[in-house]
């Protein structure tokens, strides 16, 4: 079955750090880009960064940069997003989907950063 | 930075009547390459979301044919020709063009 498996959300305080992964199957996953894409709660859909097959290009949302790190493992077939110095605004739910232009999404998993 | 507005925010419609959502960039689209990356995706309530439409009007495996997307440029239009209880949720347009990618506020959908 073609799907994307997101874990590692959890209640944090704020300026500390997480890391998420994407368990991605079915599919060739080193073919594709991969993308996080995050929801706070009672909002709308909001990118947060990209990678390229290769992990040679990265981009991301102006909010995030200098704090979140996205990365691959193609040989486990993982994505990850390692979010540092976490503010109450990144508290969302956070999808992994599949290439630039999301076809396939992962059911998500929820950060919250409160104190 | 690219923005994208979509219009109406709120759309109650009445089943088995059309419904339209217009989606607006304040850049051009077209990516050098000539393709136009303007998608469509659907978020039903408690649920991930899913992709409708890709490059403006191409349908994904699986999507009824009433939904159809158009348009060109910056100015964009996703239809349903008859709408279905099943289609209750939130619309978000989505340019794929330009970097950062950006999705637009949602158009949310509901039962009059």
């Known amino acids: 079955e073609v799907q994307l498996v997101e874990s590692g959300g959890g209640l944090v305080q704020p300026g500390g750090s997480l890391r998420l992964s994407c368990a991605a199957s079915?599919?060739?996953?080193?073919?594709?880009?991969m993308s996080w894409v995050r929801q706070a709660p009672g909002k709308g859909l909001e990118w947060v960064a990209n990678i390229k097959q290769d992990g040679s290009e990265k981009y991301y949302v102006d909010s995030v940069k200098g704090r979140f790190t996205i990365s691959r493992d193609n040989a486990k077939n993982s994505l990850y997003l390692q979010m540092n110095s976490l503010r109450a605004e990144d508290t969302a739910v956070y999808y992994c989907?599949?290439?630039?232009?999301?076809?396939?999404w992962g059911q998500g998993t929820l950060v919250t950063v409160s104190s | 930075d690219v923005v994208m507005t979509q219009s109406p925010l709120s759309l109650p419609v009445t089943l088995g009547q059309p419904a339209s959502i217009s989606c607006r960039s304040s850049q051009s689209l077209v990516h050098s390459d000539g393709n136009t990356y303007l998608n469509w995706f659907q978020q039903r309530p408690g649920q991930s979301p899913r992709r409708l439409i890709y490059?403006?009007?191409n349908r994904d495996s699986g999507v009824p044919d009433r939904f159809s997307g158009s348009g060109s440029g910056t100015d964009f239009t996703l239809k349903i020709s008859r709408v279905e209880a099943e289609d209750v949720g939130v619309y978000y347009c989505?340019?794929?063009?330009?970097?950062?990618?950006?999705f637009g506020p949602g158009t949310k959908v509901d039962i009059k």
């Open positions: 079915g599919f060739t996953f080193s073919s594709y880009w």
């Open positions: 490059k403006v009007s």
């Open positions: 989505m340019q794929g063009t330009h970097w950062p990618l950006l």
């Open positions: 989907a599949r290439g630039t232009s999301c076809l396939l």
